[in-house]
């Protein structure tokens, strides 16, 4: 797989409670907004909001880990002289690439 140059905001990301929006720390030391969830309502609970904040704030971690098992499989199949690519393999590369460039 080819590497792309991450776009996004470094981690590490942490739900700001106090307005429900995960944040992150600039080149700068500077605490900013990443994104900003929408308040509970009668649709959406706390607990959904606070569940969707938390998978949000994991996202980096997520792709980095997800990047790790691909290469990690990647080398495994160099080394074996193995040329099939499991779908899940498959599934994470274009999981990665969604996240990377938002290409299906």
Same mark, same amino acid.
């Given at each position: 797989m080819t590497e792309i140059a991450t776009k996004h905001t470094p981690k590490p990301w942490a739900i700001n409670p106090m307005v429900v929006q995960i944040d992150a720390m600039n080149g700068d030391g500077y605490i900013v907004p990443v994104c900003q969830m929408l308040w509970p309502t009668d649709e959406r609970s706390e607990a959904e909001t606070y569940a969707n904040a938390r998978l949000i704030a994991a996202a980096?971690?997520?792709?980095?880990?997800?990047? !790790?098992?691909?290469? @990690?499989? $990647?080398?495994?199949? &160099?080394?074996?002289?193995?040329? !099939?690519?499991?779908? @899940?393999? $498959?599934?994470?590369? &274009?999981a990665i690439r969604l996240a990377e460039t938002g290409a299906r």
């Open positions: 980096p971690d997520l792709l980095d880990a997800l990047k !790790d098992i691909v290469a @990690s499989y $990647e080398s495994y199949r &160099a080394a074996e002289g193995d040329d !099939d690519t499991s779908d @899940s393999i $498959e599934l994470a590369e &274009a």
